[in-house]
């Protein structure tokens, strides 16, 4: 009896499809939420369909290759008219997943380098590396939402940003002081301060998502960092002002974005602080540094 109900388990675990941020809103990008944004409701952010597909399809170009290389294929669904406030990732088999909700892209905090960041955060959890989702055994395939979130911003969306006019975009832009300051200070290259700017506003749009989805009154800020420090690394959704410090440090992190990432030793290809940084890391509000060896 025991054999058998062990043997019924494994056989369903073998053949339901992994998955980080579930789809349709469960446990997503965001945490559960019931908004739906349709299309056409009023006081939405102006995305159009043109610029939902446009950022999917600048994102999927880098990617897709990347993936191909490594024997999978990336699949990108665009789910332009379903208003879910969220997104997932998924892996079945050699196919691996992204879904994108219109919803998201409409709400009013979201802006256009705001949804990029959120397709770089979902493609994270493929490609993001060390710290991995804690699964039954050991570590499942997904990278964790910090993890993916760090990713977004130090490496997939200065690939996508880096033929952009990111001096002249950056100059449109009402960018904090602080975030400033911090980019100037940790490059030199007037166009990789620019990337910066451009990474750092992105993840205060997608915070500010996060924020709003919590009620929180607390404003947000890059000179307020969370103070809290977790005495064990955080697999699930920090929270919102811990979020914006991880894209903030991930945008700050001068290591090359065509540095790898491990996919087990959280260290390579990223910033640390058992290496001299202090900026650029990720943030002690969910990340527990690995000890050197």
Known sequence: MRKGFLALMMATFLTVPAIACDEHGVTGIVEDNNLYIAVGEKNTNGLTEEDFNDVIS?????????????????IIERNWTDGTVNAYARQSGNNWHVAMFGGLARHETITRDGFASVVCHELGHHLGGAPKKKSWWSSSWASNEGQADYFATSKCLRKYMETDDNITMVNNMDVPA???????????????????????????????????????????????????????????????????????????????????????????????????????VRPLCWYKPVASK
């Open 58 to 74: 600048k994102v999927e170009a880098i990617y897709a290759p990347i993936i191909e290389e490594m024997g999978k294929k990336l």
């Open 178 to 280: 602080t975030a400033t300051a911090a980019c100037e200070k940790n490059f030199s290259n007037e166009s990789d301060v620019a990337m910066c700017l451009r990474g750092s506003m992105a993840g205060m749009s997608l915070a500010n998502l996060f924020r709003a989805l919590r009620n929180l009154t607390t404003e947000l800020k890059f000179d307020t960092p969370d103070s809290n420090v977790v005495s064990s690394t955080n697999d699930n959704h920090p929270a919102p002002q811990c979020r914006l410090d991880t894209y903030f440090n991930g945008a700050l992190c001068d290591v090359d974005h065509y540095t790898d990432v491990d996919q087990s030793d959280a260290k390579i290809g990223t910033c640390n602080r058992v290496d001299g940084y202090n900026q650029g």
